[in-house]
């Protein structure tokens, strides 16, 4: 009788065993299984700090990610190009990029998938601006001249450069110099650039700080109300996450609806994560904020870039969109 007792025992004991190392075994796997059933509840994000990226932290700080079961770690990024740099070489899950370099990546072989939009431009969101006292007085003006951009072969140089079309100049008449958004006030102050492609907060704080005069708005023409940026994962990433992708939809998608709604509430969290304050921020000028992916919208990219040269072929748009999720 002692025996089975004793047997009975054992058996529980390793029972218990086994039922303690299935929970703690579970630190040295990968993230496959949360409480809310994502294959990956921890995911880092690349976020450049501008307006575009609002919805970013407006659903990390209004806890639309931790609501999905996601914890989102956002790091601040150069530019898209660099962004996707990151993505590819498996440093990021997932980045806000511009489109220009989306559509590039796709070319070069890269399999990007756009999961969310964030950013379209609207009138002064994109400028070309110049020293004060510059000789430069209108964009044909800048033959032979040197223009920062954030990235090069980006959405910037695509906006400059049909800017500089309408001027009968080509992107081979300039020198793009890439550049933070934070230091070319400092480059055009200093002389080491004659133009610098800006956006806010920085389009107003380079006039408040340093004089800068607007030379043009970008985002004219074939660039009015042109969409701007979204957010990528690669297609691996997508096939192997679904649920994470789909849950980082959702909590994106409530934020940018917030975003396009509510003007204060994207003036509230400016400074959160740029360098502005809260009275620049109520007075900056801001793009809009997308709803929803429109393949017909995002084609504008791919066709203009086709047109410029930056494309040999053309890419369909709707290839690259995964649809948000319910």
């Not at 929970?23 to 949360?34: F, H, L, R, V, Y």
């Not at 980045?95 to 989306?102: D, E, F």
């Not at 890269?110 to 964030?118: A, C, F, G, Q, V």
Request: charged share 20%; proline share 4%.
């Amino acid at each position: 009788m002692r025996f089975r007792l004793a047997g009975r025992a054992a058996i529980a004991g390793l029972a218990a065993v086994l039922a303690l190392s299935a929970c703690g075994g579970s630190d040295d796997k990968p993230d496959t299984a949360n409480a809310s059933g994502l294959e990956k509840s921890k995911i880092s994000i690349g976020a450049l700090p501008i307006p575009d990226s609002a919805a970013l932290y407006i659903a990390d700080k209004k806890g639309f990610f931790k609501a999905e079961g996601l914890t989102v770690d956002i790091q601040v990024v150069q530019g898209g190009a660099q962004a996707q740099q990151s993505l590819f070489g498996g440093s990021l899950d997932a980045t806000q990029t511009n489109y220009v370099s989306t559509f590039l990546a796709t070319a070069a072989g890269n399999k990007p998938k756009i999961i969310s939009d964030l950013y379209q431009a609207t009138p002064n969101s994109f400028n070309l601006m110049v020293a004060k006292d510059s000789s430069i007085k209108t964009p044909a003006d800048l033959k032979g001249k040197k223009i920062a951009v954030n990235s090069l072969r980006n959405i910037g140089t695509l906006a400059v450069t049909s800017v500089l079309k309408t001027h009968g100049l080509t992107e081979k008449d300039v020198e793009f110099l890439e550049f933070p958004f934070p230091d070319m006030a400092g480059k055009l102050e200093q002389g080491v650039v004659d133009a610098a492609w800006m956006t806010e907060p920085h389009l107003t704080a380079v006039q408040k700080n340093i004089g800068a005069q607007k030379l043009a708005d970008t985002m004219v023409d074939s660039t009015a109300d042109f969409p701007i940026a979204g957010v990528i994962v690669t297609e691996d990433f997508a096939a192997k996450n679904p649920k994470t992708v789909a849950a980082f939809q959702r909590a994106v998608a409530k934020a940018q609806q917030i975003s396009a709604s509510d003007r204060k509430a994207v003036e509230e969290i400016l400074p959160t994560y740029t360098k502005i304050d809260a009275a620049t921020a109520a007075v900056i000028t801001l793009g809009t904020f997308p709803t929803s992916l429109d393949e017909t919208r995002l084609q504008r990219v791919a066709d203009l870039m086709l047109e410029q040269g930056l494309l040999k072929s053309k890419i369909e748009a709707k290839s690259l969109l995964l649809g948000n999720s319910g």
